[in-house]
């Protein structure tokens, strides 16, 4: 699958900043800079029967570019919130919106990156992390989230809520499923469970394990270079362990063993169709199971 120089925007942050404001502009289209070339196994989800596109969530310094589809026609559905890799609200987390969208969902992915930068338009991917994803504190992205489950109350999403995220949205997902009394149900999909506290991050998912609100599924890779088994076992420890919340209790986590970090990510060579599949109908299953009422799975 190829990809124009038209799907890439010029180096610019998604937000420009006065004393009291942010101001969003556009997301950029296509696949993140830092992923190109993309793999010729890239899964593409039309929008037939859906209503999806751009929209401006209103946040309490500005609005955040986000990315919705639900389906046409339905006044209230349940709400399944979509969090991004580092790479931001590129191409895959818009296909992953419009693959929950097909279920009978309204799927949105808010760009949490917007005051931090543009993270499609970087290709290396230390500069990435180092200027951008570095610099998002926990608190934001809790307040974002918050902000985004109101705008979706607002536009049908009137149904219970789950929460899905990747890579940096996996850690993501745990800590929101900690913090929201919103949110029924949640998969992890290799997101950092441990980590050394600090300013903008002063608690990572381990920490907070005890004291889920809502069960969540933690999907890993037994191949992650990442992410070690050791920290994956500390986590089902910390779930584990007498006296946590019954949601905490609820959770489980899911190994698979021969899968790299990325292996749901079908634009890329860590791509692992024989667990990417079985893996995201598990997570349906998982939503449906909490009473994030997912239309079945085609065979």
Not at 10 to 34: E, H, I, K, N, Y
Not at 37 to 53: F, I, K, R
Not at 92 to 116: M, N, S, T, W, Y
Request: with cysteine.
């Amino acid at each position: 699958m190829s990809v124009s120089p038209q799907d890439l925007r010029s180096l610019q942050p998604l937000s420009s900043l006065d004393r009291r404001t942010f101001v969003t502009t556009a997301l950029a289209s296509g696949f993140a800079a830092a992923t190109l070339p993309v793999s010729a196994s890239t899964l593409v989800t039309d929008t037939a029967g859906l209503e999806a596109g751009e929209t401006k969530i209103p946040v309490s310094d500005g609005e955040l570019p986000a990315y919705f589809a639900k389906p046409a026609g339905m006044a209230s559905v349940p709400v399944v919130l979509v969090i991004q890799e580092i790479f931001g609200v590129h191409e895959h987390i818009r296909d992953v919106c419009r693959r929950f969208a097909k279920l009978g969902v309204l799927a949105v992915a808010p760009e949490l990156f917007a005051r931090q930068g543009n993270p499609a338009t970087v290709s290396d991917m230390a500069a990435l992390m180092r200027d951008i994803v570095s610099r998002v504190p926990d608190a934001q992205v809790m307040s974002d989230l918050d902000a985004t489950v109101s705008w979706a109350r607002s536009h049908g999403g009137r149904l219970r809520v789950g929460i899905t995220g990747f890579c940096w949205g996996g850690r993501i997902t745990w800590l929101y499923a900690a913090h929201s009394p919103e949110v029924a149900a949640g998969v992890a999909w290799y997101g950092r469970v441990v980590g050394t506290p600090s300013e903008l991050q002063p608690q990572h998912p381990v920490d907070l394990a005890a004291k889920l609100r809502a069960p969540v599924l933690g999907l890993y890779a037994g191949r992650d270079g990442g992410i070690p088994l050791q920290s994956v076992d500390a986590m089902r420890s910390a779930l584990s362990q007498a006296g946590v919340s019954r949601a905490a209790a609820a959770s489980t986590i899911v190994v698979y063993p021969e899968a790299q970090h990325g292996f749901y990510a079908d634009y890329r060579a860590s791509y692992r169709p024989e667990d990417a599949i079985p893996a995201f109908a598990r997570a349906c299953e998982w939503f449906r199971a909490n009473g994030v009422a997912l239309a079945q799975l085609k065979a």
